[in-house]
């Protein structure tokens, strides 16, 4: 293809996606900050580049004394991923400005360390010297499997919500395990990620308490949430990030297909397991259990192409192990 077609944007973004997902970082993270901008569909998904007449920064001028604006560019586990950075570029004396997609995302990120402003994008931008995406900057600090700023959380709940969402809960009496099984509809590939809530309360183990973490419940999930009471729903409560992370807190587990809540829960340092297609996102690499990116996390992937049942069933085992071989957090 790209013999073919050398100015093919897509074709260079797929490659560079490639390379990532092998670990190829050098060489991975530069194709991506050169192609994605020229994607029509990143494009049209409100992801191309800013027109900012401020200088764009890749780690090639002194921020001493200057004030920096990251902003988020993709979705919300993108900007729950990469706000890691913002510590690092703070660190180099920059003040940091960081414009996030939505209002929802205001009381998790406001505390995040190395943020002096936080705005919500569409909102007056106060002034700056420089400018860079969150997805920028993964190239801007040369990370490569070796070095990504990987600590055990960087992300905090709010004690607040936290009390409040655990009188909401109730006295605990079982392990409790948090679920996460579907994204956002108008992700390209969702119909990998996502599935039915019918096909995994199939395999998953009694002596729990299961608490759905999903904001927006399908129409398809509406009969098994009814059918199944103890499959706690708060839907309607969750009325952004913060209650979520402060539900995450109070999991033991969180089990989550690759979402924000996966990011959000990992990001907070709570144990996670996160279910993988076949084919993953380029960031969770091959062949492992684990991903440098997130400490507590741990890959359950699919063994062959839509074989959910086999994700499940090793899912459903480590559950019993676990709750067998260690006791709950309080």
Known sequence: MLRSKPGYAEAHYNKSHALLLLGEFDKGWGLCEGWRWKVEELIKAGGGKRNFSQISWHGQKSLAGKTILLYSEQG?????QFCRYVKLVANLGARVILEIQT????????????VAQLVVKGNELPDFDFQCSLLSLPLAFKTNIKTIPASASYLNSDAINVAQWKTRLGEKAKPRIGLAWSGNTAHKNDNNRSF???????HI???FQYVSLQKEVRDVDKPTLQ???????????LNDFSD?????????????????VAHLAAALGKPTWILLPFMPDWRWLLDRTDTPWYPSAK????EAAGDWNGVF????????????????SK
């Open 76 to 80: 919300y586990g993108d900007t729950i």
């Open 103 to 114: 209002e929802s995302l205001r009381g998790l990120l406001s505390d995040l360390e190395g």
């Open 196 to 202: 039915p809530l019918s096909s995994l309360v199939k």
């Open 205 to 207: 183990p009694t002596g």
């Open 227 to 237: 059918a199944r009471p103890d499959i706690l729903n708060f839907a309607n409560e």
């Open 244 to 260: 979520t992370a402060a539900l995450c807190e109070l999991m033991d587990i969180v089990i989550s297909v690759d979402t924000s």
């Open 299 to 302: 890959l359950y992937r699919q």
């Open 313 to 328: 069933e090793r899912v459903g085992a480590d559950l019993t192990r676990n709750s067998r071989d260690a006791p709950p």
